[in-house]
């Protein structure tokens, strides 16, 4: 036999030399992304299992006794599949899930609305527990969800219906919120027990920082603070009104008599609490030196004056003077006094009243025009600090009888409070002249 061949030069002996210090090249793999089509799948008597050991105890579900389709997709063509599901949640709650899903394409797209009703909360007690501190007694849930993912940004809505939640004793639990939850709860559910919210989410799925569940319990931390924090913003969104200015009712300076807007608000707390039957409500009058004071003397000489008329009115209709019994009609409500009228009833207040007045030359009251007898009336009124704290506690007896006869809250839910006696605290846009709400379980 002739010699044998040489062997074939290998690979390293056929490559140049790769350079001092440098390492050696690797070929990048290229090619065409794989394509994958799925014909289309039929779904039945199927089950979906899902457990969370993130929690302790863990969280399970079963979706039992799945029915439903999911048409073709394929990575070649951008058409979403349509998916259509129907079953049970551990053969109780019914779940429905439709919409349209690609998860083959360069980017993940889907469009899903999903729906179960009647879920028994109980079985969310591991959340309860290690979120809020409570475990879940009773209640039942139904949501109503939509999530939509296109071109890597979440929009999802989840309208959630929550009848007759029930919490048990507070447990320890290191990662629950500090907020007070049993009053937060109180303040979202409805005199039935039912608690209606829409919580909507969204984001990008390229932010590492991005999590379903981590939006989601934000937002959800995020309605429980402003409950909290905002009682009367979530008052307005369900009655009606302007957010914080339900949380406050304005009087004129000195004055203790409710304005039309001012019932308007009462009407509208008062149907916040008939839906609340385990909120109270404490009261506080309030007053502003700096305004009130000027204006209870104003509001003094304005009843001294409108005092006068009747007085006189009185004295007419015992003489039986005709003109006079006519306007005799307006006793028992709040005479007007014209301007015409005005400068006769206050030299008659003017007269009646005993502080020390100028005198003429023989000792005598001197006769002053009415702009002089009016400032020396206004710089003598009885205001001093005993009256300011009235007129606090009397704006708050005003509101208080208000919310129960015309709004017919129950006494047990009204409280009122101690007076405050400045204009300090305030943080809404509001006057001081006031009463200040406060919402209580």
Do not use: C
């Not at 039929?42 to 079963?62: E, H, R, T, W």
């Not at 019994?325 to 005005?342: H, I, N, R």
């Not at 129960?404 to 809250?409: F, H, Y």
């Amino acid at each position: 036999p002739g010699p044998a061949p040489a062997p074939a030069p290998s690979a390293a002996a056929s490559a140049p030399a790769a350079q001092a210090g440098q390492p050696p090249r690797t070929a990048k793999a290229e090619g065409p992304a794989p394509q994958i089509r799925l014909g289309g799948v039929s779904i039945n008597k199927g089950n979906i299992n899902f457990s969370d050991f993130f929690v302790k105890p863990n969280y399970s579900a079963n979706l039992t006794d799945m029915k439903g389709s999911i048409s073709k997709v394929s990575s070649s063509d951008p058409t979403p599949a349509d998916i259509v599901l129907n079953g049970r949640l551990d053969d109780d709650a019914p779940v429905s899930i439709s919409g349209k899903l690609n998860p083959l394409g360069e980017q993940l797209f889907l469009d899903i609305a999903a729906k179960a009703a009647g879920v028994e909360l109980t079985r969310l007690t591991p959340y309860a527990t290690k979120y809020a501190g409570y475990p879940i007694t009773k209640g039942k849930l139904t949501v109503d969800v939509g999530y939509k993912i296109e071109n890597g940004k979440l929009d999802a809505r989840n309208h959630l219906y929550l009848d007759q939640l029930t919490f048990g004793d507070r447990v320890d639990s290191p990662t629950a919120t500090k907020l007070p939850v049993l009053l937060a709860v109180s303040l979202l559910k409805d005199r039935n027990g039912v608690i209606d919210v829409n919580l909507p989410v969204s984001g990008s799925l390229s932010d590492p920082e991005f999590s379903i569940g981590g939006v989601i319990v934000r937002v959800i931390v995020n309605l429980l603070t402003k409950a909290i924090t905002s009682p009367f913003s979530l008052i307005a969104s369900a009655f009606g009104g302007s957010g914080e200015e339900l949380g406050y009712i304005e009087f004129a300076p000195g004055s203790a008599t409710l304005s039309k807007d001012a019932q308007e608000k009462i009407a509208t707390v008062a149907k916040a609490l008939n839906d609340r039957p385990s909120l109270r409500l404490e009261i506080s009058g309030r007053i502003d030196p700096a305004t009130d004071a000027d204006g209870a003397r104003r509001v003094w000489l304005d009843q001294r004056v409108a005092e006068q008329k009747e007085r006189e009115l009185r004295r007419s209709a015992r003489s039986g003077g005709q003109a006079d019994e006519d306007e005799g009609g307006e006793q028992g409500a709040k005479l007007k006094v014209t301007p015409q009228e005005y400068p006769k009833y206050l030299e008659a207040v003017y007269k009646r009243e005993s502080f020390k007045k100028p005198t003429n030359m023989i000792g005598l009251t001197k006769s002053l025009p009415t702009a002089e007898m009016e400032k020396l009336l206004l710089e003598n009124a009885p205001v001093t600090e005993t009256e300011l704290r009235a007129l606090a506690e009397q704006r708050a007896l005003a509101v208080k009888q208000a919310l129960e006869r015309e709004g017919k809250v129950p006494d047990a839910k009204l409280f009122l409070t101690a007076p405050k006696l400045n204009a300090e605290g305030i943080k809404d846009k509001g006057g001081p002249n006031r009463v200040d709400f406060s919402i209580r379980q």
